[in-house]
Nanobody
Framework: QVQLVESGGGLVQPGGSLRLSCAAS????????MGWYRQAPGKQRELVAT???????NYADPVKGRFTISRDNAKKSVYLQMNNLKPEDTAVYYC???????????????WGQGTQVTVSS
């Protein structure tokens, strides 16, 4: 069974930085797009950034120029470097990835358990 485990969340002051990591474990045949989403209290989960297997990236407008997504296919990991953090970035951040597992005919969508990011002075 494939699992995604996030780490790196925490409390940071406005203007500070954090780096989130997400590592995949388990057996799978192929890993496709990976990404980060976030959910603030009382709001729906929203896209933060995605990265394809070829390295093409996409960012939500509120984080453009401040956040950078990257991946290491050999380590089965995706990262989110967050700079110049703002209070409105406070949310639970979720890792997401598409895997083709053995015995399956199509890619499945998998989520991590989430990591809390709080931006406050």
């Amino acid at each position: 069974q494939v699992q995604l485990v996030e780490s790196g969340g925490g409390l940071v002051q406005p203007g500070g930085s954090l780096r989130l990591s997400c590592a995949a474990s388990g057996r799978f045949f192929s890993m496709r797009a990976m990404g980060w989403y976030r959910q603030a209290p009382g709001k729906q989960r929203e896209l933060v950034a995605t990265i394809t297997s070829g390295g093409s990236t996409n960012y939500a407008d509120p984080v453009k120029g401040r956040f950078t997504i990257s991946r290491d296919n050999a380590k089965k990991s995706v990262y989110l470097q967050m700079n110049n953090l703002k209070p409105e970035d406070t949310a639970v951040y979720y890792c997401n990835a598409e895997f083709l597992v053995y015995g399956s005919a199509s890619y499945g969508n998998y989520w991590g358990q989430g990591t809390q990011v709080t931006v406050s002075s």
